[in-house]
């Protein structure tokens, strides 16, 4: 980045410019669709950072295991919850909390479908 004002320039080094940056990620500056931060907050190099991109409010969220889950609503290879196939992504109503989902999910997995013998 170059900052400049009467035809001299001053090159702002990457990493305060990182810093800048990092620091409205956590103060949630801007317009709240956006939201981004380190992956590691201990990486003095900041190479590795998170985005989200906030949707629309009538949009269910994404739902995706990190480990893999053997359940019907689950896609096997991408661990991606089918909101198809599990009726709260399915009939989602914007009053459903993160808890609704994993109170739901829970229940979803003690399923005589889900249970392996």
């Known amino acids: ?10 090159v702002v080094p990457r990493n305060f410019r ?7 990620g ?4 801007g317009d709240g669709t956006v939201s981004y931060g380190m992956d590691d907050g201990d990486d003095i ?5 998170t985005g ?3 949707g629309p409010h009538n ?9 893999r ?16 196939k599990f009726g709260l992504l399915a009939n989602w109503q914007r009053e459903y909390t993160m808890e609704n989902i994993l109170t ?9 479908h889900n249970l392996t013998h």
Request: glycine share 6%; charged share 25%; aromatic share 4%.
């Open 1 to 10: 980045m170059t900052l400049g004002a009467g035809g001299s320039s001053v």
């Open 18 to 24: 990182l810093l800048e940056e990092l620091e409205r």
């Open 26 to 29: 956590d103060k949630g500056i």
């Open 45 to 49: 190099y900041m190479r590795s950072w």
């Open 52 to 54: 989200t991109i906030i």
């Open 59 to 67: 949009k269910p969220p994404t739902v995706r295991f990190h480990s």
């Open 69 to 84: 889950v053997n359940m019907t609503c689950v896609n096997h290879e991408t661990r991606v919850v089918d909101p198809k």
């Open 104 to 112: 739901q999910m829970k229940k979803e997995m003690a399923a005589s």
